[in-house]
């Protein structure tokens, strides 16, 4: 169960810029909000802090949502905004706010980009990214108004991992679909390719992160 953020951390979140996430608050106050995993102090001077995309969402939830515990569609292990991958049972919140909330976060990985990428480029995956490839690229679907498929069958994307390093599968009925699958992760910085399946002839996609 993850606890709300306190009152003072709270209006910290709020008063974080719109859109670069950057935070002021007193130094316990910003090193509480790196504890919990919703700030990351830069490296570089001025080390100034930011909202990471944990943070960012905690911004966009409403307020009755700080009260409750968390419930995220697809956990994360590390407590970090998990997007829907597909495929999960109970897909929880949905419509509008829902959309809200996902481009809030991508917008938050954009910053995240820009503040840890050495050129500052934000058109290519970060390193939180890599290390979470199926998170990262079911995230850049959904903040794009793509719909991940429910339970075990039905359209929507799936997004699971694949034995190749650094690279992730995604699976859709619906060839149109898949092309506009595409086209939204090579917009997002991925390097695609369709394939066919051997044994059943499904056509599915290998997304990477491009490195340059």
């Known amino acids: 169960m993850t606890r709300p953020p306190t009152a003072a951390q709270r209006r910290v979140i709020d008063a974080a810029d719109p859109v670069t996430g950057r935070l002021r608050g007193t130094e316990a106050q910003l090193a ?5 995993g919703l700030a990351f102090r830069h490296p570089r001077p001025p080390h100034d802090h930011f909202l990471t995309p944990a943070g960012h969402r905690a911004k966009e939830a409403e307020p009755s949502e700080q009260t409750a515990p968390a419930q995220p569609a697809a956990a994360a292990a590390d407590g970090v905004f998990a997007a829907r991958i597909g495929g ?12 809200r909330e996902v481009r809030g976060v991508w917008q938050g990985l954009l910053e995240l980009r820009r503040m840890t990428n050495p050129d500052g480029a934000v058109d290519r995956p970060c390193a939180w990214e890599r290390t979470h490839l199926v998170q990262a690229a079911a995230l850049a679907l959904e903040a794009a108004g793509h ?15 694949t034995p190749q390093p650094e690279a992730v599968a995604v699976r859709e ?3 149109a679909r898949l092309r506009e699958y595409t086209a939204t992760l090579d917009d997002a910085g991925w390097q ?14 290998l997304a990477s992160p491009r490195r340059m």
Do not use: M
């Not at 509480?32 to 919990?36: G, I, N, P, Q």
């Not at 999960?88 to 959309?99: C, F, I, V």
């Not at 719909?147 to 991992?161: L, M, N, T």
């Open 32 to 36: 509480a909000l790196v504890k919990r």
């Open 88 to 99: 999960e049972e109970d897909a929880g919140r949905t419509g509008p706010a829902r959309l």
């Open 147 to 161: 719909r991940p498929a429910e339970g075990d069958s039905g359209p929507g994307y799936r997004v699971r991992a």
């Open 173 to 175: 009925p619906d060839a």
């Open 192 to 205: 695609v390719g369709e394939y066919t399946e051997p044994r059943t002839r499904a056509r599915y996609l």
